[in-house]
């Protein structure tokens, strides 16, 4: 007897002493990743590691990972781009940032739609979504970085300089709320046509019986930036418990639970998915490699929204029949797909000759909308004599609040008061954007141009571009 006791005394000493002693971890895991409470659970009591995780918004996370043992964040990019990324990193599950439409709006994207054509359909108010705030959440950063790769058309990375506001606002027109909790801001709204989210997210949501149908997932054509979840080693001194936790975590078992209770895709090939995560994800976007191209994101973003207004002074005298008309044409003609006028943007157009001809203002609402502004240049009433100044006076008592004016002409001032005239008046609170055509004289539209803090720039499609642009403050 006492020689069996002996035995099951030295079993259990042997056992007690393979057995890893219980470890709690700090963790600093991305917002999303509160689902996975049951799956650590079962973690702690598989590997005696405990995982107390504090959530925060990946971006924000990445800013410090100060007084964390392990990072739990969607993605090591903007600790990377901080040069704050830890050495040791192993991806645990996947999930890409997608679209999820209401069923009556879905026809409204077209079958298979990319960025382009979502920031399309939102820049005529055809299209209104959610979206999580791209200052604090990885997810709301990464739809940015969609519509502005591809708004650059480049393939690659994007630099400083691909990065264009106005094709950014035009998606952001159709921005009815970015928040931190964006599911639960959806849940809360009747009048949101989609979401801007991972597919995770947006899988548990249809399943989770809080919408009264489920929302049909897009994934754009033109490619979507992809989460991979790494699970980083932030204190090197936890090296052991960290091995166990991403040993568990990678096991056949473990990842059927993730991909069971949470909609993420398993990294391990062995696991069973669901028939709605085999979906093909296309083409992963290239990540920024640069901070300033993250700034100019940011940037861009908070300036974005409605009250803007733009004041087109055009020129109808006669000298400008022909082809300086059809050029101006064209030049409006051309302001559609992203760089047309947003909604909720206001746009006046006042044509001259010897005086004001016509004054039009139209707050952009639709398509319709649209059509009026270019029914306006359709107008062949042109007049004789040019009073440029006179003209751009008018429209300066026009402006209000956030205002730019671009003038177009192709003469030189022969009605109404001189340049020195108007400017002894003291101009320079709204700033004007010349576009020059043909014998207009350079040196006088610099001048007011300096003296607003605007931009002389050669007539052409391309350069009232460039000055709609620059009014929006994308330059």
């Given at each position: 007897?006492?020689?069996l006791?002996?035995?099951?005394?030295?079993?259990?000493?042997?056992?007690?002493?393979?057995?890893?002693p219980?470890?709690?971890?700090?963790?600093?895991?991305?917002?999303?990743?509160?689902?996975?409470?049951?799956?650590?659970?079962?973690?702690?009591?598989?590997?005696?590691?405990?995982?107390?995780?504090?959530?925060?918004?990946?971006?924000?996370?990445?800013?410090?990972?100060?007084?964390?043992?392990?990072?739990?964040?969607?993605?090591?990019?903007?600790?990377?781009?901080?040069?704050?990324?830890?050495?040791?990193?192993?991806?645990?599950?996947?999930s890409?940032?997608?679209?999820?439409?209401?069923?009556?709006?879905?026809?409204?994207?077209?079958?298979?739609?990319?960025?382009?054509?979502?920031?399309?359909?939102?820049?005529?108010?055809?299209?209104?979504?959610?979206?999580?705030?791209?200052?604090?959440?990885?997810?709301?950063?990464?739809?940015?970085?969609?519509?502005?790769?591809?708004?650059?058309?480049?393939?690659?990375?994007?630099?400083?300089?691909?990065?264009?506001c106005?094709?950014?606002?035009?998606?952001?027109?159709?921005?009815?709320?970015?928040?931190?909790?964006?599911?639960?801001?959806?849940?809360?709204?009747?009048?949101?046509?989609?979401?801007?989210?991972?597919?995770?997210?947006?899988?548990?949501?249809?399943?989770?019986?809080?919408?009264?149908?489920?929302?049909?997932?897009?994934?754009?054509?033109?490619?979507?930036?992809?989460?991979?979840?790494?699970?980083?080693?932030v204190?090197?001194?936890?090296?052991?418990?960290?091995?166990?936790?991403?040993?568990?975590?990678?096991?056949?078992?473990a990842?059927?639970?993730?991909?069971?209770?949470?909609?993420?895709?398993?990294?391990?090939?062995?696991?069973?998915?669901?028939?709605?995560?085999?979906?093909?994800l296309?083409?992963?976007?290239?990540?920024?490699?640069?901070?300033?191209?993250?700034?100019?994101?940011?940037?861009?973003?908070?300036?974005?929204?409605?009250?803007?207004?733009?004041?087109?002074?055009?020129?109808?005298?006669?000298?400008?029949?022909?082809?300086?008309?059809?050029?101006?044409?064209?030049?409006?003609?051309?302001?559609?797909?992203?760089?047309?006028?947003?909604?909720?943007?206001?746009?006046?157009?006042?044509?001259?000759a010897?005086?004001?001809?016509?004054?039009?203002?139209?707050?952009?609402?639709?398509?319709?909308?649209?059509?009026?502004?270019?029914?306006?240049?359709?107008?062949?009433?042109?007049?004789?004599?040019?009073a440029?100044?006179?003209?751009?006076?008018?429209?300066?008592?026009?402006?209000?609040?956030?205002?730019?004016?671009?003038?177009?002409?192709?003469?030189?001032?022969?009605?109404?008061?001189?340049?020195?005239?108007?400017?002894?008046?003291?101009?320079?609170?709204?700033?004007?954007?010349?576009?020059?055509?043909?014998?207009?004289?350079?040196?006088?539209?610099?001048?007011?141009?300096?003296?607003?803090?605007?931009?002389?720039?050669?007539?052409?499609?391309?350069?009232?571009?460039?000055?709609?642009?620059?009014?929006?403050?994308?330059?």
């Amino acid at each position: 007897m006492r020689l069996l006791a002996l035995v099951a005394l030295l079993v259990l000493t042997a056992c007690a002493a393979s057995t890893p002693p219980p470890v709690q971890l700090r963790v600093l895991a991305s917002t999303e990743l509160a689902d996975l409470a049951p799956v650590l659970a079962e973690l702690k009591r598989a590997t005696g590691v405990e995982l107390a995780v504090e959530h925060r918004g990946t971006v924000e996370a990445s800013r410090s990972l100060d007084g964390f043992d392990l990072a739990w964040l969607s993605t090591t990019r903007f600790l990377r781009l901080r040069g704050t990324e830890p050495e040791l990193a192993a991806s645990i599950m996947t999930s890409p940032v997608v679209l999820g439409v209401r069923r009556d709006k879905r026809a409204v994207l077209g079958e298979r739609p990319t960025w382009a054509d979502v920031a399309d359909r939102a820049a005529l108010g055809q299209f209104r979504y959610g979206m999580a705030d791209p200052r604090v959440s990885g997810g709301g950063m990464a739809a940015l970085i969609g519509v502005a790769t591809a708004a650059a058309g480049t393939g690659a990375p994007l630099r400083p300089e691909d990065v264009s506001c106005d094709r950014l606002q035009g998606f952001l027109t159709g921005r009815a709320f970015d928040v931190p909790d964006a599911v639960g801001e959806f849940t809360r709204r009747s009048d949101v046509d989609g979401l801007v989210a991972h597919e995770s997210e947006l899988l548990s949501l249809n399943a989770s019986g809080k919408l009264s149908e489920p929302l049909e997932i897009v994934y754009p054509r033109d490619g979507i930036v992809l989460s991979d979840y790494p699970l980083m080693l932030v204190k090197p001194e936890h090296r052991a418990a960290y091995d166990r936790v991403v040993e568990w975590l990678r096991s056949p078992a473990a990842q059927q639970m993730i991909a069971d209770r949470t909609w993420r895709r398993p990294v391990e090939s062995s696991v069973t998915r669901h028939e709605k995560l085999r979906a093909d994800l296309g083409t992963a976007l290239y990540f920024p490699d640069s901070t300033e191209v993250i700034d100019r994101l940011l940037l861009f973003h908070d300036r974005a929204g409605d009250g803007r207004q733009v004041i087109f002074v055009l020129d109808w005298s006669t000298s400008m029949r022909g082809a300086r008309m059809a050029g101006l044409r064209e030049a409006f003609a051309s302001l559609n797909g992203f760089d047309r006028f947003y909604v909720g943007e206001t746009v006046t157009i006042l044509r001259f000759a010897g005086t004001v001809l016509e004054e039009r203002s139209i707050t952009v609402r639709g398509k319709e909308d649209l059509d009026a502004l270019l029914a306006v240049v359709a107008s062949d009433d042109l007049r004789d004599n040019t009073a440029i100044w006179a003209a751009l006076d008018r429209a300066l008592q026009l402006a209000s609040g956030d205002t730019a004016v671009v003038l177009m002409t192709d003469g030189e001032n022969n009605a109404g008061p001189s340049l020195d005239e108007f400017l002894r008046v003291g101009r320079g609170e709204v700033p004007v954007y010349p576009i020059r055509f043909g014998e207009a004289s350079t040196a006088e539209l610099d001048r007011v141009a300096q003296a607003s803090g605007g931009r002389l720039v050669e007539a052409g499609a391309k350069s009232l571009l460039e000055a709609v642009r620059e009014i929006r403050g994308c330059r």
